[in-house]
């Protein structure tokens, strides 16, 4: 059984940072992609960023280039930084653990182990 457990959200003005991290433990050995995903009130769950066990990422396209995703094998954490935060970044953050493609993660496949959400706000 895995367990994914996700810290450092909170509430931030526009324009602030703040990073997020995901601590996975348990067997993780059937997961190749980890990511994260968000969902604010009223609206579906929608793909954030993810990172294969090779490194490479994926980004959705109201994240690019404002928003990073990287991993430390060694201490089993998976983080994102966010930067330059918006009024329409606020959501829930989800972490996620998948066997699949970020394709389909991108697509808002969802699918595999969940962590228990992170709240981040940011204000106007």
């Known amino acids: 059984q895995v367990q994914l457990v996700e810290s450092g959200g909170g509430l931030v003005q526009a324009g602030g940072s703040l990073r997020l991290s995901c601590v996975v433990s348990?067997?993780?050995?059937?997961?190749?992609?980890m990511g994260w995903y968000r969902q604010a009130p009223g609206k579906q769950r929608e793909p954030v960023a993810f990172?294969?066990?090779?490194?490479?990422?994926d980004y959705a396209d109201s994240v690019k280039g404002r928003f990073t995703i990287s991993r430390d094998n060694a201490k089993n954490t998976v983080y994102l930084q966010l930067n330059s935060l918006k009024p329409d970044d606020t959501a829930v953050y989800y972490c996620?653990?998948?066997?699949?493609?970020?394709?389909?993660?991108?697509?808002?496949?969802?699918?595999?182990?969940w962590g228990q959400g992170t709240q981040v706000t940011v204000s106007s």
């Open positions: 990172i294969s066990s090779s490194g490479s990422t």
């Open positions: 996620n653990a998948r066997y699949g493609n970020a394709r389909d993660a991108l697509r808002g496949v969802l699918t595999g182990a």
């Open positions: 348990g067997s993780t050995l059937r997961f190749n992609l």
